[in-house]
């Protein structure tokens, strides 16, 4: 379930206090190996973006019991979310010797707009041990994955992608947080619901899917209805579908 977020972009206006979506996620012979929850609150100019998700079934018990929890928060400046950290915690149970020890992997990222940094904070749990790091990050980007695709339908009001386009976002590519958006225009190739396409390319080895290559269905509220993310391993895709 690394990266799954990636699977459940949320683009969207801020049109309510809350909005919330669940999906269900599929890959290849393996059917269903997933669920993420996602949810937006905005109070008093002030956001919070949080998404749960985690293995079911086989995948369940082979990745043991992953679940992966990811938060953006920040404030509301005229309609645009403005992060102030980005979160990302990673748990799961590890067995040897028969022994079932719990880990977690929290980075927080801690935007400073004003200066253009970013401070990354490391913690790392093994059972009863813990280890802290905290060190100023390899690059600045003014949004977070979470708020840049929040922030996208402010930037394309009507949903098409006509031309090819370059964000940057902490959270995607580890590199620069780079993120290509080109347009999609082969509706016959997938058994989807009408929506708004387009082609995202997170330059990133994803679940080793190259350059981690996601294709995307919009609804007109903006909110992702379908997504597959391309060409994963040996086994085709791996597929998400909003179900609530």
């Not at 919009?218 to 997504?227: P, T, V």
Request: hydrophobic residues 35%; proline residues 1%; aromatic residues 10%.
């Amino acid at each position: 379930m690394g990266h799954v977020i990636l699977l459940f972009i949320l683009v969207t206006s801020l049109v309510a206090t809350d909005i919330s979506a669940k999906y269900k996620v599929s890959f290849g012979i393996f059917g269903q190996i997933g669920i993420a929850k996602t949810n937006l609150h905005v109070e008093n100019q002030n956001y919070k973006i949080t998404i749960h998700a985690k293995t079911t079934g086989m995948a369940n018990l082979l990745s043991g019991e992953r679940e992966e929890w990811y938060e953006s928060v920040g404030v509301v400046n005229d309609g645009v979310l403005v992060p102030d950290y980005y979160k990302k915690t990673v748990q799961r149970y590890s067995s040897s010797v028969g022994e079932t020890v719990l880990k977690k992997d929290i980075r927080k990222y801690i935007f400073s707009h004003e200066t253009k940094e970013l401070h990354v904070q490391k913690t790392k749990y093994k059972g009863e041990s813990r280890e802290f790091e905290e060190k100023v990050g390899d690059y600045y980007a003014s949004n977070d994955l979470l708020s840049l695709f929040f922030n996208f339908k402010k930037m394309l009001p009507s949903l098409e992608v006509t031309s090819d386009s370059t964000f940057y976002a902490v959270g995607a590519n580890k590199t620069d947080g780079r993120i290509d958006i080109k347009p999609l225009h082969v509706k016959d190739e997938f058994d989807w619901k009408k929506g708004h396409l387009m082609r995202v390319i997170v330059n990133d080895d994803i679940f080793s899917s190259d350059k981690g290559e996601l294709l995307l269905n919009l609804r007109d509220d903006g909110l992702c209805q379908q997504a597959i993310l391309k060409d994963v391993l040996f086994f085709g895709d791996i597929r998400g579908e909003m179900i609530d």
